[in-house]
C-alpha cells in the first residue's frame, strides 16, 4: 500500500514533483497545501486542501509531507516550511526518480528530491531539502549542502563542496575541486573553474 502524502507548495515546481512522485510510485498525494485563494482548485487532478497555517490538522491526514515551493533568489521559504512541517510531526522523504541515475555508495539526506534523467555519483552526498532538477550531472565525492537547487542540466565535476542554500542556474558548468560558498545565486550558463564565496 502506498504511503499517504500531502504537497506543500501549488507552484510550477509542484507540477514536477507531483511527475516524479507518481514514477516512484511510494507515495499516494492526498492534497496540496497553499495560500487561501487557491483552496478548493486542483494541479494535475490533486486538489489544495489547506494553507500553511492548517498543518497541524492535516497531519491527521497523512503521516508524510514534502516541501513543492522552487527555489531560485532565496531558499528561505523552503527552509521555513521544512522546518514547521517537521514541527508538526511530518516525516519528509527523499523523493529520488527511477528515470535517475544514483550510486548505490551515495547519501541523499530527507526531503530531497532527484528529478528525471539526474546523474549522482560515486560518494557523493545530498544536503536536507534540496532540489537536484533535471538532467543535472553530479560526479564523484561531491558535497551539496543543505537547501540547494542544482538546477537544470548543471555539470558538476567531482570532489566539489556546494554550500547551503545556494541556487545553481540551468546549463552551468563547476570544474572539479571547487568550493562554492553558502547563499550565493550562480546565474545560468556560468562557467566556474576557482572558488566562490560569499
Given amino acids: 500500500?502506498?504511503?499517504?502524502?500531502?504537497?506543500?507548495g501549488a507552484g510550477g515546481h509542484a507540477i514536477s514533483c507531483i511527475d516524479v512522485i507518481e514514477?516512484?510510485?511510494?507515495?499516494?498525494?492526498?492534497?496540496?497545501?497553499?495560500?487561501?485563494?487557491k483552496i478548493?482548485?486542483?494541479?494535475?487532478?490533486?486538489?489544495i486542501i489547506g494553507r500553511d497555517a492548517d498543518?497541524?490538522?492535516l497531519r491527521k491526514l497523512a503521516h508524510y509531507a514534502f516541501i513543492s515551493?522552487?527555489?531560485?533568489?532565496?531558499?528561505?521559504?523552503?527552509?521555513?516550511?521544512?522546518?514547521?512541517?517537521k514541527k508538526h510531526g511530518f516525516e519528509i522523504p527523499s523523493i529520488c526518480s527511477p528515470k535517475s541515475i544514483?550510486?548505490?555508495?551515495?547519501?541523499?539526506?530527507?526531503?530531497?528530491?532527484?528529478?528525471?534523467?539526474s546523474i549522482i555519483n560515486c560518494g557523493s552526498e545530498i544536503g536536507l531539502n534540496s532540489i537536484i532538477n533535471t538532467n543535472a550531472i553530479i560526479e564523484h565525492n561531491c558535497?551539496?549542502?543543505n537547501f540547494c537547487h542544482i538546477s537544470t542540466s548543471v555539470v558538476i565535476n567531482g570532489?566539489?563542496?556546494?554550500?547551503?542554500?545556494?541556487?545553481?542556474?540551468?546549463?552551468?558548468?563547476?570544474?572539479?575541486?571547487?568550493?562554492?560558498?553558502?547563499?550565493l545565486v550562480i546565474p545560468m550558463g556560468s562557467k566556474i573553474f576557482k572558488d566562490l564565496k560569499k
Fill in 143 to 145: 558535497k551539496i549542502g
Fill in 69 to 85: 515551493v522552487g527555489q531560485i533568489k532565496s531558499a528561505d521559504i523552503r527552509e521555513k516550511l521544512f522546518i514547521k512541517a
Fill in 55 to 57: 498543518l497541524h490538522k
Fill in 40 to 47: 478548493g482548485s486542483k494541479i494535475l487532478n490533486y486538489k
Fill in 1 to 8: 500500500m502506498k504511503k499517504k502524502l500531502i504537497l506543500i
Fill in 23 to 37: 514514477a516512484e510510485k511510494k507515495f499516494k498525494i492526498i492534497g496540496l497545501v497553499d495560500n487561501s485563494k
Fill in 159 to 183: 570532489d566539489v563542496k556546494v554550500g547551503k542554500k545556494t541556487f545553481i542556474g540551468s546549463g552551468s558548468i563547476i570544474k572539479n575541486g571547487v568550493n562554492i560558498g553558502k547563499n
Fill in 102 to 117: 544514483i550510486s548505490k555508495n551515495t547519501k541523499i539526506l530527507e526531503g530531497t528530491i532527484v528529478h528525471h534523467g
